[in-house]
């Protein structure tokens, strides 16, 4: 496993030596990058259930200000610690969030600014795609002209909307699909967010 592309391009990476974790190939991973461009260069990135890290070390390769990991599992925890560590220069830009992501994700929206990048990429056995998305559509996550993408097995189907979310693209991997969501812009605040609850 390495890192295809940015300042730390051919970089290797350890992958995991144990069940549960199942990291997103090099190849998905170089084709996701670059459909995103230069979308979220210099931008705050959030990668949910980080395992290895690889998704979110791709974006601080490659032009990201900030990212932000959560990893609740001990062993993926320990296994993005060491990814890491084998980067120059990067301990003020990002940081690590070692507890459950449905639990920290309120959080996370009162007290950071707003994400460029999410990155929602569970194990594929929780199915947790839906609930997640369902809590960032109501939570201000992510910046007016930011972008969420998951990543979910091919035959798995969500809905084409989830609240204030909306699904703008899709490519299919193999056996996974990469899917593009961005908040709905009709009949939002000023400040471009939709009308959130409560």
């Known amino acids: 496993m390495r890192i295809t592309g940015g300042k ?5 990476l350890l992958g995991p030596t144990h069940q549960g974790l199942r990291p997103t190939t090099d190849r998905v991973r170089e084709a996701l990058f670059s459909i995103l461009g230069d979308s979220f260069r210099h931008g705050r990135v959030l990668d949910l259930f980080a395992g290895s890290g690889a998704l979110g ?3 601080l390769s ?6 932000c990991f959560v990893e609740n599992d001990p062993k993926g925890l320990r296994l993005l610690k060491q990814n890491l560590q084998r980067l120059p220069d990067v301990t003020t830009e990002v940081s690590i969030f070692p507890v459950d992501v449905l639990r920290i994700l309120p959080k996370i929206s ?3 600014q ?3 990048l999410i990155l929602l990429d569970p194990p594929f056995k929780a199915k947790l795609w839906l609930r997640v998305i369902e809590l960032i559509s109501r939570l201000p996550l992510l910046t007016p002209t930011g972008q969420l993408v998951v990543e979910i097995p091919k035959y ?5 909307q989830v ?3 909306q699904r703008v693209d899709k490519r299919v991997y193999g056996e996974v699909s990469l899917e593009f969501w961005k908040y709905i812009t009709d009949g939002a605040d000023d400040d471009g967010y939709c009308h959130l609850p409560g």
Do not use: H, M, S, T
Request: aromatic fraction near 8%.
């Open 163 to 165: 609240d204030c979310l």
């Open 114 to 116: 707003a994400f460029d």
């Open 62 to 67: 490659r032009g990201a200000r900030e990212v």
């Open 110 to 112: 009162r007290e950071e």
């Open 8 to 12: 730390y391009g051919g970089q290797k």
């Open 156 to 160: 798995d189907l969500l809905p084409n």
């Open 57 to 59: 070390i791709e974006a």
